[in-house]
């Protein structure tokens, strides 16, 4: 079955304990980014890869790191969480980089930070 | 840049009555696609509808259906006699063709619907 699959689903943390969300899916898509939702803002871009070894800010990069060393895989990384980073969020790919290429969405991981 | 406004943070309704949930959008590029997602008490992200912006004909899909505006920069959204199960958080985005960005969404604040028995 073609996913997205993200994990952990749910983590409480506390601030400062280095975390990362690992995103991996199984369509062989070059464009991967991370979201995330906060009420009233709706979702916004993190980071984003357009392929292997090459990876961009979003809109809301400060406090995140990612890596795409693998095709298929596109971790998030919170070196210092802040409670500021308590959020949802969602990973997500297309097969390509233009806006017609359908995106395909995780199930989402509900990050609280103490 | 672009910019995605839903006006509406919560709409309440009762089962069987329309409800319609606005989208205003902003963006430079005269290429672009606008979006519909649901996203239900569960969390997931549920896709509804893509439109690019050279089509702008009405579509309907069962009891939803969806009036794209380019005139006034609109992409609303009607769910017909509504029903329960259409309790979920709406979200309205778009996406253009700015390269740096790649294929990056913007997204609206997203509007609450509750549908009452």
């Known amino acids: 079955e073609a996913q997205v699959t993200q994990n952990p689903r749910y983590l409480i943390t506390v601030t400062g304990k280095k975390l990362t969300v690992t995103c991996s899916q199984n369509?062989?898509?070059?464009?991967m980014s991370w979201y995330r939702q906060d009420p009233g803002l709706g979702l916004r871009q993190i980071y984003y890869?357009?392929?292997?070894?090459?990876?961009d800010k979003g809109d809301v990069p400060e406090g995140y790191k990612v890596s795409r060393k693998e095709k298929r895989n596109f971790p998030l990384i919170l070196e210092s969480p802040s409670p500021n980073q308590t959020s949802l969020y969602f990973c997500a790919s297309s097969y390509g980089s233009q806006p017609y290429n359908e995106q395909f969405f995780g199930p989402g991981t509900r990050l609280t930070v103490l | 840049a672009q910019k995605v406004t839903q006006a509406q943070t919560e709409i309440s309704v009762v089962e069987k009555e329309d409800v319609t949930l606005d989208c205003v959008y902003e963006t430079r590029d005269t290429t672009y696609y606008l979006f519909w997602y649901k996203q239900p008490p569960s969390g997931e992200l549920v896709f509804l509808i893509r439109r690019n912006s050279f089509d702008e004909q009405n579509e309907i899909s069962g009891r939803y259906s969806w009036n794209f505006q380019k005139s006034t920069s609109s992409f609303n959204f009607t769910i017909t006699a509504s029903q329960v199960v259409d309790s979920a958080v709406y979200f309205c985005?778009?996406?253009?063709?700015?390269?740096?960005?790649?294929?990056?969404?913007?997204f609206g604040g997203g509007t609450r619907v509750l549908v009452k028995p």
């Open positions: 985005a778009l996406s253009d063709l700015i390269k740096a960005a790649g294929n990056k969404l913007t």
């Open positions: 890869s357009m392929n292997v070894e090459v990876t």
């Open positions: 369509m062989n898509h070059e464009y």
